[in-house]
């Protein structure tokens, strides 16, 4: 049995699409039916119900309005993954906890790997990287997988953003912060390979717990992710949209955005033979859905 958390969110809902695909059961939970940071409550779960699994895709992702509220983000980031992390210890459950890019500050300006000392430069990524520590220090039973700039056909992202603002003249999007753009199909597709390997081991070596970094593959802009959003989607085939390439200067927000967020994601290639699509591929796939 596996237990998913943050049941609603992207990561969330592209797993249940994707789990009569894989030969487990599921339980999937959202802040409503369970609120990680009670302890209490998730204690409560895990001696009612038995888990192999715990995917941990709840998060507060909201970014800017993060800094303003850091307990908020703290509470679910931090104190919620804790709580987890120890339920598992004790019932003997393998844990995925969902991180993020935003545990870099972006200064590097070649792929980050899982060696690379994380430095975040808002409340977001700080308690990001806080819960990681935390994940990894009460279950060693873990595994860490950070990715960046995710999307889907389901809840709210920059693709649907942009779909929604085609019509606005200009339109302004920034084009000196780079990274990868993840679908997260892919990246729920890759959680559930990596069970399948693990589901084969009847003792995992303890090199395969850990970090791992995983986005789809390539480099883009923010510029150039909305770009080709406009070339290859259906919807925009029609419409001559007046994409403007602005710096980040021009575009202030409240947390400081990663100016470079790629990852390297050999480890996790190498460790459980994944195959990555480029993220252009990813992105036809995504909108061929919406």
């Known amino acids: ?88 210890e004790k019932h003997g459950v393998r844990l995925i906890h969902i991180s993020t890019d935003f545990v870099f500050d972006g200064k590097k300006c070649t792929p980050y790997t899982e060696n690379d000392t994380p430095n975040p430069t808002g409340v977001y990524g700080t308690s990001k990287w806080q819960s990681e520590k935390n994940a990894l220090l009460y279950n060693p039973h873990t595994i860490i997988l950070r990715t960046a700039w995710l999307y889907s056909s389901f809840g709210k992202n920059f693709v649907k953003t942009m779909l929604a603002l085609t019509d606005k003249n200009p339109l302004n999007v920034v084009y000196d912060q780079i990274g990868t753009p993840t679908y997260a199909r892919d990246l729920a597709d890759t959680i559930l390979q990596i069970i399948l390997n693990l589901e084969g081991e009847k003792f995992v070596p303890p090199h395969l717990w850990g970090t791992y970094h995983y986005s789809n593959e390539g480099v883009a802009s923010w510029y150039d992710f909305a770009q080709s959003i406009f070339e290859l989607s259906k919807q925009t085939k029609d419409k001559k949209v007046n994409l403007q390439p602005i710096r980040s200067a021009k575009f202030p927000t409240l947390a400081k955005r990663p100016s470079y967020s790629v990852l390297d994601k050999s480890k996790i290639k190498q460790n459980f033979d994944i195959e990555i699509p480029h993220w252009r591929d990813a992105l036809k796939r995504c909108l061929n859905k919406m």
Do not use: W
Request: proline share 1%; glycine share 4%; charged share 20%.
């Open 1 to 88: 049995m596996i237990l998913v958390t943050g049941a609603n969110g992207q990561l969330g809902q592209e797993l249940q699409a994707l789990k009569k695909a894989y030969p487990f059961d599921f339980h999937f939970t959202d802040s409503e039916k369970l609120d990680i940071t009670h302890q209490k409550r998730v204690n409560e779960l895990f001696e009612l119900q038995h888990f192999d699994y715990c995917i941990n895709a709840a998060a507060y992702t909201a970014v800017d309005a993060s800094e303003n509220d850091k307990l908020a983000a703290y509470e679910v980031n931090v104190v919620g993954t804790t709580n987890l992390a120890k339920a598992c």
